[in-house]
């Protein structure tokens, strides 16, 4: 089930018109409804999502590593920007959580969820959603989730202080895949690189019939690309993310951050599977990236006990709503 529950301020429903687009360059929360809306059939693809195990593992992994495996499975849970629900479900496949809810600023991507639930067998209750403005009761959850979202949010705090009022008390929320402020410099940078390269190689010479990804398919993300500046809003010093939690009211306040060589790997693999012929990739290459990824991982755990933690790509946080 999926309801529209959010301020309806910001919103475009259906296809945005050329006004919207233009209003979207000043209005994050449009641009973000925009562009996520467009991604919200191809996001799967695009970032290599799915709900096997190999995801299944990587969810479960981000969420133990800041937040422990003590209260699994959480009776009633909620993700915030829920995008395709890749976290929320494969967290609910891993055993976490029991009760699914899902949440976006994006109808297309809260009625993706929900589909993506449905066919793993799960009856998933959907809201379109404003983080700033989470359209639940005090007290109703004892989990609230998301990935990949805080950045996109114009007032973390805020969100965060809603966070804590849907929370039950001494329920937990957890926030993972948050870019670093280096991180993401030297992943942009990775990635523009990575994207002229393949682009160049795969248009330019023999391999262009076989390899390229067609011609309407890299001008619809150049142009989702485009819009990607202005939904992009922050990106973290963890220890101030630490800072802005805890003024938001919550307490035992924990971050953690990973991919470092990981992420020099990562996301030049990420760019160049969005540039290139899908139908080239296949399972093997999804394994043999997931592993390489892994095995990176492994040493950036390490590296992790030595180096500190703003180096590192991501920062995942986690904290709770005081009893
Ligand atoms: C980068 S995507 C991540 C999606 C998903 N969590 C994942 O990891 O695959 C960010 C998601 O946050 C949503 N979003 C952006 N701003 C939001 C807001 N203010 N409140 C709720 N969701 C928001 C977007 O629509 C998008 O689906």
């Keep these: 089930m999926v309801s529209d529950s959010s301020t309806g301020q910001s919103h475009a429903s259906g296809d945005p018109t050329a006004e919207d687009i233009e209003r979207a360059w000043s209005d994050p929360k449009l641009a973000n409804v925009i562009y996520h809306d467009w991604e ?15 995801c299944i593992d990587y969810a479960r992994d981000r969420f133990a590593a800041v937040a422990g495996t003590e209260g699994w499975p959480y009776p009633k849970a909620l993700e915030v920007g829920c995008g395709t629900g890749f976290f929320l479900l494969n967290l609910k496949q891993a055993g976490v959580l029991d009760e699914a809810h899902v949440s976006d600023l994006s109808p297309g991507m809260v009625a ?17 959603a404003d983080a700033e403005s989470i359209p639940y009761d005090d007290a109703t959850f004892d989990l609230v989730v998301g990935h ?9 705090e805020l969100a965060m202080r809603e966070v804590l009022r849907v929370l039950k008390p001494g329920g937990r929320f957890v926030f993972a895949g948050e870019p670093t402020k280096l991180g993401d410099w030297y992943a942009r940078r990775l990635g523009r690189l ?5 682009t160049a190689l795969t248009h330019r010479t023999p391999l262009r019939d076989r390899w ?22 922050h990106t973290f010093d963890p220890r101030e993310l630490a800072a802005t939690a805890l003024r938001a009211g919550a307490v035992d306040v924990r971050t953690t951050t ?14 160049f599977e969005a540039a290139v012929n899908p139908d080239r990739l296949g399972w ?21 006990r030595v180096l500190p933690q703003k180096l590192f790509y991501n920062v995942l946080i986690t904290g709770t709503r005081a009893r």
């Excluded at 990575?194 to 393949?198: C, D, E, G, H």
């Design 40 to 54: 919200a059939s191809s996001y799967d693809e695009k970032w290599s999502i799915s709900y096997d195990q190999r």
């Design 112 to 128: 993706t969820a929900i589909r993506n639930g449905e066919s793993l067998g799960f009856a998933v209750e959907g809201r379109v």
């Design 148 to 156: 990949a979202v805080l950045h996109h949010i114009p007032d973390v």
């Design 194 to 198: 990575t994207w002229r390269a393949t």
């Design 212 to 233: 390229a990804r067609p011609e309407e398919e890299l001008a619809e993300s150049s142009r989702a690309a485009a819009l990607e500046s202005v939904v992009d809003l």
């Design 258 to 271: 990973e991919e470092l060589t990981a992420a020099f790997l990562g996301w030049p693999v990420r760019t």
């Design 284 to 304: 093997g290459w999804a394994m043999f990236a997931y592993r390489s990824w892994q095995r990176l991982s492994a040493v950036d755990r390490v590296l992790g």
